[in-house]
């Protein structure tokens, strides 16, 4: 198990961008994936980033070359810049870790199913 915690959620007019930081700590594994799903209340999980350690970085078809995922392991923190919102980008996103291959295969809408993930934060996009 590892602990998520995420920040930089907000309220962002349409055209602008956010950077959400997840800092990882807690480890009993080493992820072999972390990434970034989005999920409203009653609604389907959606992937949206993931960074794999062998096979790098995948995206939702909606969000590439808008958004980037990385990370930074000094700190122990993976980020997710968020350029050119667009209301459809409102969501709760979530900060995920994953230990081992089945757990980080990308399944295109779901993405990874990960093992751990932290309590969301908020993202509204609105004029």
């Known amino acids: 198990q590892v602990q998520l915690q995420e920040s930089g959620g907000g309220l962002v007019q349409p055209g602008g961008s956010l950077r959400l930081s997840c800092v990882v700590s807690?480890?009993?594994?080493?992820?072999?994936?972390m990434g970034w799903f989005r999920q409203a209340p009653g609604k389907e999980r959606e992937g949206v980033a993931s960074?794999?350690?062998?096979?790098?970085?995948n995206y939702a078809d909606s969000v590439k070359g808008r958004f980037t995922v990385s990370q930074d392991n000094a700190k122990n923190t993976l980020y997710l810049q968020m350029n050119s919102l667009k209301p459809e980008d409102t969501d709760m996103y979530y900060c995920a870790a994953g230990r081992s291959y089945p757990d980080c295969l990308w399944v295109v809408g779901r993405g990874p199913q990960y093992n751990d993930w932290g309590q969301g934060t908020q993202v509204t996009v609105s004029s």
């Open positions: 960074i794999d350690g062998d096979y790098g970085t």
């Open positions: 807690g480890y009993t594994y080493t992820p072999r994936c």
